[in-house]
C-alpha cells in the first residue's frame, strides 16, 4: 500500500485497526491561536482566506504547537461562491450583498465560471501539501447547498434562519434549481481540492437541523445526496458533518458517505453502535467543555475515548473550537488522545 494511505486518519475512514486514534480540530486555525490573532491584527480574515500564501501559512499555524493528524485548508465555506458571480463580505460572518429571494433572482445566476472556483483554495492546498509530512493528512471542504443557500438566500447569518424557511414554503422550486447549481458547482470543487492533494473531504451542514425531517427529505436530501454520490464516484472520502440537527441524524446516516461527523448533542456511542459496521464516527466534545480548562478537557477526552470504539474513530470536538480557549486546554486534548496505545 502507498505511503499516502498509512495516514491514520484514512485507517479511521476505512475502519481499519490503528496504533492510536486520529485527531484534529474544527477551526484549529481559528482565533484561540494568539499567532492567529496576530496575523489578523494585520490581515482582514478575507485577505487571509484569499491570499494562497497566507491562507497556507495559517492552514499550517497549528502545526508549530500541535500534533494534529490533519490540516484544513485555512478558505471559507462561501469561497467558491464568486464562480456563480456572488458577492460577500465578512463581519465576521459571512454577508452576501444581494441575497437571492426570488425565482428570477435563481434565474438570473450565471453559468459556473470554474476558473472563479476557488483557484486560491486549490493553489493552498497543493502548497501545504508539500509542507506536510508525509503522515499528516490534508483535508478540503465544502459547505451543503442546503448552509450555502442559508446565507444566500438569508444574506448573513441569522438565528433560525426566518427568510430562508419562509422562502423554502413559499419557493420550493426556485429554492430546489438553487440547491442544484450549488450541488453540482460543489461536486467540482470537492474533486478540484482531492486533485490537488486533499486526502478526504469534510462537507459541512451547519444549518441543517432549522428544517424538520419531512421537508428536509422532500428539499434538502435530494441535492446532499446528488453532491455526495458524484464525489463519491470520484474515489474522494467523505466526511459528513451536521450540526444541531439530532433530529436528523439517521436521515444524514442513510446518505452516501464514509464518516458521519457529529455535534455534541448526539450520542456518538450509540450512532457508532447503530451505523460502525458501515461508517466512521468523528467528534464529538463540547468545543465549550474546553473553555473550563485542562483537568475537564482531560476527563472530557477520557470519557470519549472509553465510550467510543476505537476503530473508525476520529476524534474532534462536536463544533468548531472557541475564540477564548484556553491552549493548555489542546494540549490536553491532545495527550489524551495520543496517549492512547493498542
Ligand atoms: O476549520 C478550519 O480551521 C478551516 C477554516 C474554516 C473557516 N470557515 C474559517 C473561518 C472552515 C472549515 C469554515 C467553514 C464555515 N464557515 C462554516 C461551517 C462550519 C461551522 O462553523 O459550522 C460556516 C457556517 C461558515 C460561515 C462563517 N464564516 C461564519 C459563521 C463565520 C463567523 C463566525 C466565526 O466562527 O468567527 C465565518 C468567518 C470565519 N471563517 C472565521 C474563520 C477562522 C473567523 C474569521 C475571523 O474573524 O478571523
Known sequence: MSKSGDKLILKAIRREPVPRRPLWIMRQAGRYLPEYRKLRAKHAFKELATS???ATEVTLLPFERYPFDAAIVFADIMSPLPALGIEFDF?????VAEPIRSAADVGRLPEPDLDKLAPEVIAALQATRRALPEETALLGF???PWTLAAYLVE????KDFPTLRAFAAAEPEALGALMAKLSELMAQYLIRQHQAGADAVQIFDSWAGVL???PWEALIRPHLES???TVGKAGVPRILFLQNAPHLMEAYASLPCEVLACDWRVDITALQARHGATHAV???IDPAILLGGAKVTRAAAERLLADVEPTGHIVNLGHGILPGTPLESVDALVEAV????F
Open 155 to 158: 444574506g448573513r447569518g441569522v
Open 227 to 229: 453532491l455526495l454520490t
Open 338 to 341: 495520543h496517549n492512547e496505545r
Open 282 to 284: 468523528q467528534g464529538n
Open 142 to 144: 465544502c459547505g451543503a
Open 52 to 54: 494562497a500564501e497566507l
Open 91 to 95: 463581519a465576521p460572518g459571512p454577508i
Open 212 to 214: 424538520a425531517l419531512k
